[in-house]
């Protein structure tokens, strides 16, 4: 793995979410419910965009997140997806699904949890994902969970569509981080690991993953 530094600046201007208010949404969320989170500050805008490689520019795709949280990676999901695009998002914290819906009026967000993505995409019509984008602190969760959501994932993912994920380069050395990293190959046929940013904080990777086995 090589790395490489992240200077891209935060988008900002009339009809962007103020920085300083997500920050605050963010912490508040931390400290409401830590064990839920995950990490201490929003994806850097150099992380957001690794994530957002797989989202298509053309035609009418879907693209669910998860996890979103105060909506770092949902902007330059937003800045890329072409006008016949629908984006859903799926975030358990309802304080944040609240803040996400008031920054992004346009974006399709959904208060619940990622471990019923089928049964929500379901309810909306929507039986396949073009791209999935997860910001869920899968180092948190047990075997059981990591296990539901990603088959479910696995379910809703188009047979040419992709999933990102991201880690924390500090957090391999969690079993529960290599636990996943294991079920992402028992997942997919391929599985692209990234450069790690460095001014992320902390220092974080991506995962690509295409081709679901299906047999999880
Ligand atoms: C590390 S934060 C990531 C926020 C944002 N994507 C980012 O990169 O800055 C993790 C988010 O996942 C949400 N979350 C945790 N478990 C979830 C679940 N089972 N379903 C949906 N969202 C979940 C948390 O509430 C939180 O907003």
């Keep these: 793995m090589t790395s490489e530094p992240d200077d891209i600046p935060h988008p900002q201007g009339p009809g962007l979410p103020d ?20 990490a201490i ?17 053309t035609g009418a795709p879907v693209v669910v997140e998860l996890g979103p949280g105060t909506g770092a990676v949902t902007s330059v999901i937003d800045a890329c997806l072409p006008e016949t695009a629908r ?55 047990d075997d059981h969970t990591q296990r539901s959501i990603m088959s479910q994932v696995a379910e809703v ?29 028992e997942t997919f046929e391929e599985v692209v690991v990234s ?3 460095l001014r992320n904080v902390p220092p974080a990777f991506t995962y ?3 081709r679901p086995r299906l047999t999880v």
């Design 19 to 38: 920085p300083r208010a997500a920050r605050r949404a963010f912490l508040s969320a931390v400290l409401r419910n830590p064990g839920q989170m995950g």
């Design 87 to 141: 984006h859903i998002a799926v975030e358990l914290d309802p304080a944040m699904a609240a803040f996400l819906q008031s920054t992004h009026p346009g974006l399709e967000v959904i208060e619940g949890d990622a471990a019923k993505l089928e049964a929500l995409l379901a309810e909306r019509d929507v039986e396949h994902a073009d791209a999935v984008v997860s910001g869920l602190p899968w180092s948190l969760f």
């Design 195 to 197: 450069a790690t940013v």
């Design 41 to 57: 500050m929003p994806s850097s805008q150099r992380m957001a965009r690794l994530l957002t490689t797989i989202v298509p520019r």
């Design 208 to 210: 690509v993953c295409r």
């Design 157 to 185: 993912i188009a047979p040419d569509g992709a999933f990102t994920t991201f880690a924390y380069s500090h957090g391999l050395l969690l079993s529960a981080a290599r636990r996943f990293r294991h079920l992402l190959h």
